[in-house]
């Protein structure tokens, strides 16, 4: 059972204000469980439904349709590595290798000490500093394989 | 007026509909995967692709309307290509095992791939593969096959409102699933079968065991299971019915169905129905021939009705008999036997609560049509769950809310937790003075219309509840409460919807007042929720202690003598005893006969220890039935009857619409109507009926309710009241009704402990139910749902087994917590073993004379 | 050409308000606030603007139509969702320059009296969510945003609404569908969300970059705005340069700039000064062109005359090392993966073209292979139900056609 806390109500309740219906509120709460629990577990959207007063499978049909809703538990970091064209063309494809043999790391996959999952994302926006990725929220751009290293250390 | 034209003819149509009516409507066909009549246009197959003149690409049929002067063409290369290409497409994924799959010979996509399809696919890649899910009691589900036309999602959500299904992941991931990707733990309407145009959801009753082209006949008939009767088609092959199916857009179902309907009527084929007569010998039950079996009644009832009197002799009728049967049995009772002690289900709540607004408003004031409710603007609901005794109703409950009506319930409906903008789950008393309060409040804010100054000088007698007390008493917040008023008030054509729960407290008649207040001030339209096929065409035959057919009272002479002048027989002048009276009387000893015709009275009546103690009680008991229900294992003749399928008749629903049960199958037994023709022979009254034909012109001729109707008018199932719009009985007679004393109610009330209600159970209807198979496969563990904080003060979690005590008895159940349950309520559904029956007692209420419930005060044991 | 887009960016704060005040912002603003709606309408279409979202539709008429509707509430939403691969220009005035987009934003609504407004922000832009939320804090203090803007009596109320990751959510209707907390599947079309859109009430979407040109327009006015780039489609536009180019980023030049005055130019030419193979004129899904083309100027009207579409004007340029059929499949599965599975030819059409393109990279081509792809591809076309699906087809039919040779040696030397 996902334990609700207070804050992740009150927070959700003060995003109902910025709607008119408490439908357009599944995206952001959905976002504040995922933050909160770290993935979106179906106890976590039968929850969300929930409170929102939408039918729980609604929430699973509309939540497994977003590419950035992890409805599998994730590591403490999450790595985002675009691998779209621009990316591509600086050697984005060669940092997976690097992220492979380093911690091994597969797209989808999170390390045995939880600390980091990986998922491949279809351009995140960055192409000018290609190839690039997003840990959490954080980008990284100009990457080169000592360079992602280096940044991963940071995260602990 | 639009004028189009669609391969070269040209249609004038009146409104903007969309090219593929416009085509349909002229007869040309444009095939389609993933339009529905009944549901939104989706555009998502693309199958209905046509060329328009002057655009470029194709359009959509489905989702293109037209506009004046369009030129479409349905038939050109062009867009035979292109259906040929989407069937390509269709098919890369689709595993072609046509061979073994149930849908074959009515599948869309194999005929559509017939028509227009490739001969051979081209794909090399590669199928997708997903193993078929057998987690399910009664659906199964075979992605593989799946077209992702989405019909079955936008069925349970927007017609069903279920919203069990969902599509999940997108593009080519996208699949569908129920919430826990195995079963569906949904409503089990069925309905997401009946759109699916391949073999991706299926029936789980009949796998691999169905072709659908060994169906041999198919007949259109009436649900058996409830008051809504619902059309639908069986499918028979030599002497078996195979399956029933909707019929698309056909009845007043339109071509849905719920549980009950599609998944229950396996209980026809059960293979503990009893196909031969009983007699009991040396105090066992034995077969016997029809002809000993009915002779062998015959003489008991002479000799008890000359030893102890006609009114020591009564009998009872099920609500699944036909009406047919129902006027024949209580012509016998009261022609050849002697008594007006016959009576039916009807009496425990619905005969009661009608009866109540007909005595204020006027005969008929419930017969409404069902479709009304979903084009109100407000909709109140009390007493029951529309969504689980009367399903198909319920969805018109949903539909209305979807249509931003709102929807205020007073006790308890699960159906209805998402759709309900207030509501108010309350012990029995609470409940009435509630309803009181809104009453007082509304009457504030409404002006009275003058219609009825009688009834309206009963309105403003009305002792004033200030919501206030309401709120103090029910514990509900006094906004929720001026809000309720507000809504209430607001509403300009209000459905109101009552069901049995109201009517079954010692304070029913006066919440049954305060309802009718509540109808007259906010001018709603009133349906009584019937939980059985016949309830209103038991009352209509007559099968009541006082009322003759068409509900005319018998102690009114003229009435008596022109029914006793047209039929040829004598009619006893004083009214019987009632069902609930009989029960007593046969416990005192002064009941000697009982003939139960269809029902199972241990199953079906509150404290199951004093009823069998009153049947065992009974000198000589008769159980006409399927099956040998407790109730039969006490009789000394059990008959066997035949089941639905297996006669003809006629069943009045509760919007008293009259609709055919058709003989589809041959069963073992013989019908009711020809028993009894037979036993009052020997008893002196020979009715001379050959067919049910006869039998219905004689109720055509009697009851000026059914005047005029005739087998054809009742076939097209649009028989409804009134029928030849002929006078209605319009004697209001309010004078009588004494004004509820609610305040000292409110003083008297008795808070204490915990309450035990009924909680109306959508696979458990107490009925044929529990001899479906199916649907005892859904949910076939007994519970008690008790709220969070009572739970809580247990320390029980779900599913933990609790002892339920009461004064009539103790049973064990399994917990289910529900957080919109008060503290002070439990409740527990009718099941078979474990049910709310075996642990409840009963007192008459003195003016409905319906079992009251409330009081039944429970313990929970750890 | 002075900048107005990314103008004053280069100050480190450029995303404070009062950065932007000082830099004249705002004042747009005060000046729209004098004139009747009608006429700022009036102004943004004589302006010529076109929608920088991709499908270039004249901003002044949308508006019309949707004042032309009755019904209220009306609402404006602002696409950022910007999730075609190679495009960033967005995200240069949502980090950057915000307040250029909130200026735009209640100009636009005050010109089509709409009370309330969402930024519809691609979840994959953590940073730009925070500038902007701080932002609109920003403008709502000093009263930029709220029930009384500057005291005139107009209302305008401005949230962000963060995407998840769903290319298909750029589309509009899409769009509206995901923020009404659906899934992002587009929309049966008319009715267009001008008349029936967020909750079925009669909403505005334009994208960031369109609603950024608004203040400029009102600033200079409407006929002088015309006169910057290209007659027919006049106005600055932001270019998002990437792939092998020496100085990849976004740069704001006029509308009718060739590309290869971008590319060699302004970016300084290919890295490592190799030769240019193709290029990309608007992200991904616009059909790539070969080097003989890069005259061509870079607007609505011309590039459609070479075989290729503006889009969101993302740039991608390769050297003569790439391998275009590996280029095609990467597209293709971008289209696999972002396809939202409503219609039948996109869901499956799509997966069967990436299926074949990758048994040709993985080696296991087959004579024929290319005429099937080739008619696979052209029965997606033209049956979809929205554009996502017919640019997956006409985008592998480009590189089929430009690069038939690459393919067809895969398939030779297996
Ligand atoms: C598949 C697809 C993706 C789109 N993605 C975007 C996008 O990311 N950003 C955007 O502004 N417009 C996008 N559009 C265009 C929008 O549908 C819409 O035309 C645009 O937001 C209108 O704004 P404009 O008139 O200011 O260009 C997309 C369209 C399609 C068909
Ligand atoms: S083309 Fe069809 S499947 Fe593809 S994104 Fe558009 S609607 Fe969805
Ligand atoms: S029937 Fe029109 S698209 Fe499916």
Redesign the interface.
Known sequence: MVVLNQKVLEEINRIKS????S??????A??IFQREYGWLS?EA??AVGEI???????V???S??????SHKPTGRHLI?LC????C???GGERLLDVLREQYGLEPNITTPDNRFSLVI??????????PAM?VD?D?HGNLTGEKVIDILEKYK | MITITINEKKITLEKPVTILEAARSAGIHIPTLCHEDILEPYGGCRLCLVEVEKVPRLLSACTQYITEGMVVRTETERVIEARRAILEFLLINHPLDCSFCDKAGECDLQDLAMKYGPATGRFAEGKRKHPESYDDPLIVRNMERCVLCSKCVRMCEDVQGASALCITNRGSKSYVEPFSGGRYNCEYCGNCLTVCPVGAIMSGLHRHDYRSWLIEREVETVCSYCGVGCSLLLQIRGNSLIRTVPKIGRGLNRGLLCSKGRFGYDYISNSERLDTPLIRRNGELQPAAWSEAITHIARRLKEIKENHGSDAIAGIVSGRCTNEDAYVFQKFFRGAIGTNNIDSVASLAYGPAQRFFERIFGQGVTANDIHGISNSDGIFVIGGDPTGINPVLGLQVRSACKKGAPVVVMGYAEGLKRFSKHAFITNSTTETVLLASLVSEIKKKKSLPGERPVFEEIISGLQPVPLKDASEMSGFGLNDLVDTVDTLSNMINPSIIVGRDIVQTSTGHMSLLFLAALAYLLNGRIYLLSELPNEQGLLDMGCQPDMLPSGRPLTIETFRTRCEETLGIAIPSTPGLNYVEMIEAAHAGRIKALYVMGEDTVQGLPDRNYVSDALRNVEFLVVQDMFLTETAQYADVVLPSLSWAEKEGSYTNLERRVQLTKKAVEGEGIEEWKIISEMSKILGLDMGYRSVTDIFTEIVRISHIYREITYNDITSGRCMWPYKGGPLRHDVHIEGIELPDIVSVMKNADESGVQVRREAHLFHSQNASRYSPALQSISPEPYVKMSETLAGRLSLRDGEHVKVVTEAGSITLSVHRDPCLPENVVLIPPFEKGGIFEITKWKVNPVTKAPALDGNRVIIET | MERVLLRNTESPHSADIHEYIKGGGYISLHKAFEMKPFDVIDEVRRSGLRGRGGAGFPTGMKWSFAVADPQTPKYLICNADEGEPGTFKDRGILEKNPHLLIEGMVISAYAIEAAWGYIYLRGEYPRAKDVLLSAIKQAYEKNYLGDNILGKGVGFHLHVHCGAGAYICGEETALIESLEGKRGQPRIKPPFPVNEGFSLKPTIINNVETLANIPCIIEIGGDAYSKIGSPECPGPKLYSVSGHVKRPGVYELPMGVTLREIIYTHCGGILGDKKLKAVIPGGISTPVLTPDKIDCPMDFRNLPRVGSLLGSGAVIAFDETVDMVNVCLRITKFFEHESCGKCTPCREGVGWMRAIIERICGGAGRNGDLDHLMEVSSNILGKTFCPLGDSAATVVQSYLGNFRHEFEEKIKNR
């Open positions: 910025k709607y008119h219906d439908r357009s509120c599944l995206l952001p959905l976002y179906p959207l039968e929102l007063n939408i039918p729980k499978a609604t699973k049909g509309v497994t349709f977003y590419a950035m809703f985002q691998t779209n064209v621009a591509m063309l600086m994302m279809e351009c995140i926006g960055a192409c000018d500093t290609a997003l929220t980008f």
